[in-house]
């Protein structure tokens, strides 16, 4: 059974930075594209960035309210994806998912975690 | 504000048939041809229920279906059940890896 489980969220201040990890079961995640999709407290589900593959060479993209401050990479050894957050915003309160592709293939979000709650406030 | 554009609610009865419709509001959401449809628990992980505008993953019951016409792409929920009641959000592949969700449309079965 294929499981994405995300970790790192918690209470964060203003300014300051937090690195999200997502780890897999029943698959490598390094093989595959991922994205994370974040929903803030009452409101809509946010494409928030993707990376490809390795094999694909790794490129990312970022929304445009993220991009600058979020980072996306790998370890491959460990095959983890992390989302690296700097400069936080209160704004970027939010349940982060980290997502993956299946059988229906990479243009969407087959697989998600449970999120993780990432609360940015002073 | 979305590019994609849903109406905030929609209801119906068990055994009823809704439709959710998903509105192309920008040239941002690329050329429509890789829509998805995810519903989502409060408190769950999103699942996904259509890909591709019509296409459904192995697992989902044949009474979800999609469709096209134009920069609008639906969702309809036919013989509506209370398990169905949740939040439902379309999704675009928009453009070079990049991906745009609608507003969201919550469902509630009366």
């Not at chain 1, 990890?21 to 974040?38: I, N, P, Q």
């Not at chain 1, 299946?102 to 999120?115: I, T």
């Not at chain 2, 041809?33 to 192995?58: C, F, T």
């Amino acid at each position: 059974e294929v499981q994405l489980v995300e970790s790192g969220g918690g209470l964060v201040q203003p300014g300051r930075s937090l690195r999200l990890s997502c780890t897999a079961s029943g698959f490598t995640l390094g093989d595959r594209a991922m994205s994370w999709v974040r929903q803030a407290p009452g409101k809509g589900l946010e494409w928030v960035g993707f990376t490809r593959s390795k094999h694909y060479g790794g490129t990312t993209e970022y929304a445009a309210s993220v991009k600058g401050r979020f980072t996306i990479s790998r370890d491959e050894y460990k095959d983890i994806a992390y989302l690296q957050m700097n400069s936080l915003k209160t704004e970027d309160t939010a349940v982060y998912y980290c997502t993956s592709y299946g059988s229906s293939g990479w243009k969407n979000f087959d697989y998600w975690g449970q999120g993780t709650l990432v609360t940015v406030s002073s | 504000q979305s590019a994609l554009t849903q109406p905030r609610s929609v209801s119906g009865s068990p055994g009823q048939s809704v439709t959710i419709s998903c509105t192309g509001t920008s040239s941002g959401v690329g050329d429509f041809n890789y829509v998805s449809w995810y519903q989502h628990h409060p408190g769950k992980a999103p699942e996904l229920m259509i890909y591709d505008v019509n296409k459904r993953p192995s697992g989902v019951p044949d009474r979800f279906s999609g469709s096209k016409s134009g920069n609008t792409a639906s969702l309809t929920i036919s013989g509506l059940q209370a398990v169905d009641e949740a939040d439902y959000y379309c999704c675009s592949y928009a453009d070079t890896f990049t991906w745009v969700f609608g507003g969201g449309t919550k469902l509630t079965v009366l």
